[in-house]
């Protein structure tokens, strides 16, 4: 599949992160603001970058061109959108750590 033009909507699907819930977004149609050529497992490719989620960019050569279909049969006319979580750190001042208070920076 050729590369999408700019402003061409295409299909991402939906990430969402444990450790860094700030960036999970929910998938479906997504408006292309970016390309960028690179390399990945040795070979040359395209990677895309949407409007929806714009801190991430995805390799569209290897994989999401090849998964358009399906992403289609999965989200239809539905837009994709971000769906932050606040991310924090995993251990603070004054969390109990092996029955220890812990003191001192946050841990991420």
Sequence with gaps: MDDPKIGQKIYID??????HGS???VGGLSTVTKITKGI????KCSFVTVKE????????TQMLS???NELK??????DA?????????WIEEGDIVNGVVYH?????
Aim: hydrophobic fraction near 20%; avoid cysteine.
């Design 14 to 19: 939906s990430h969402f992160y444990i450790s």
């Design 23 to 25: 960036d999970d977004v």
């Design 40 to 43: 990945s497992g040795g070979e």
């Design 53 to 60: 989620h714009p801190d991430h960019s995805y390799n569209w």
């Design 66 to 68: 090849k998964e358009q």
């Design 73 to 78: 049969k999965k989200f239809g006319n539905k």
């Design 81 to 89: 959108q971000t769906h932050p979580d606040i991310d924090a750190p």
């Design 104 to 108: 001192g920076d946050p841990i991420w």
